[in-house]
């Protein structure tokens, strides 16, 4: 008998021992981890700036554009989505505009219905496009500041459902300013195939 309740005694011990490592490791969670999360998610909110369909609008020193949006494929994506692919050009006026570019960009699309999606990786997109609006120096993995007055381009993939293909428009925030971001739609809705490379 006295065997069992040691066992039991020891079974509580070990209990109360896990419970208190699980407090420990979620504490440790919410003050190392929550107060970070924004650097993790899309920021939502701001003003944006829009672009006529079709055309370029100046964002934080930069010319943003719409190249083209279309469909691509994907791999394992969710039933009812389709893999769509936005290429987008930008043009830093000066130093200063490539500079506010080097930390990177957020990237999203929205419809009509005003649903968000961000990109995924199990979309592919456009042959030789970079993926990021800075390029990385693969020596220093230092970003490669973009040279003003000429047009860098880069893509984002999505997986969106069917119905919100034909109204997309994209969203694209720089990391450190948080007060506006530009909004580019399409001049025609998404074409059947991959959009252009340039």
């Not at 309740?5 to 969670?29: E, F, I, Q, S, T």
């Not at 419809?111 to 199990?122: E, G, I, L």
């Not at 990021?132 to 230092?142: F, G, M, N």
Request: aromatic fraction near 6%.
């Amino acid at each position: 008998m006295s065997g069992r309740r040691a066992k039991r005694d020891k079974g509580v011990k070990h209990l109360w021992y896990g419970l208190g490592l699980a407090a420990a490791v979620a504490a440790l969670v919410a003050v190392q981890v929550v107060p970070k999360l924004e650097d993790y998610g899309l920021r939502s909110g701001g003003e944006p700036i829009d672009a006529a369909a079709g055309s370029g609008a100046v964002f934080e020193g930069s010319t943003w554009r719409l190249i083209g949006i279309g469909r691509t494929s994907g791999d394992d994506l969710p039933p009812g989505t389709t893999a769509v692919t936005a290429v987008i050009g930008v043009i830093p006026r000066d130093a200063a505009a490539s500079e506010a570019m080097s930390k990177g960009c957020e990237t999203a699309v929205r419809d009509a219905r005003a649903r968000m999606w961000t990109p995924t990786t199990r979309v592919k997109g456009v042959p030789k496009v970079s993926t990021l609006c800075t390029r990385i120096d693969e020596k220093t993995y230092k970003p490669i500041l973009a040279k003003p007055g000429v047009e860098a381009k880069f893509q984002a993939s999505f997986a969106v459902p069917a119905d919100a293909v034909s109204s997309l428009r994209v969203e694209v925030r720089l990391r450190d300013h948080h007060e506006n971001f530009v909004r580019l739609t399409p001049s025609a809705a998404p074409s059947a195939g991959p959009p252009p490379a340039g």
